[in-house]
């Protein structure tokens, strides 16, 4: 049990390791600037151009949701699973 629990919770630091730089990059309003280069915020990317178009979305609404999760998930599964892992 205690081997099972062990792969499990290293699976999802896996899965958090996506999840949260990409609902963190989606919900971010500002760019990015990283020295070298910046990441543009994702408003301004022609992807949600085209989720805003076809689902009518605005922003706050479609950004809202992702929000919930990144701060849900950093704050409370990440903690969890860290905590579960060692």
Known sequence: LEHR???YAHLSLYALM???PLTGY???RLPTDFGLFVV????????????SQTWNL???????????VHRVV?????????LLHA
């Open 5 to 7: 629990l062990a792969h």
């Open 18 to 20: 996506l999840v949260m």
């Open 26 to 28: 989606v919900g971010t």
């Open 40 to 51: 543009p915020s994702f408003k301004d990317t022609a992807l949600f151009a085209w989720i």
């Open 58 to 68: 605005s922003w706050e609404a479609f950004e809202k949701p992702f929000d919930a």
């Open 74 to 82: 950093g704050l409370w599964l990440s903690t969890s699973v860290v």
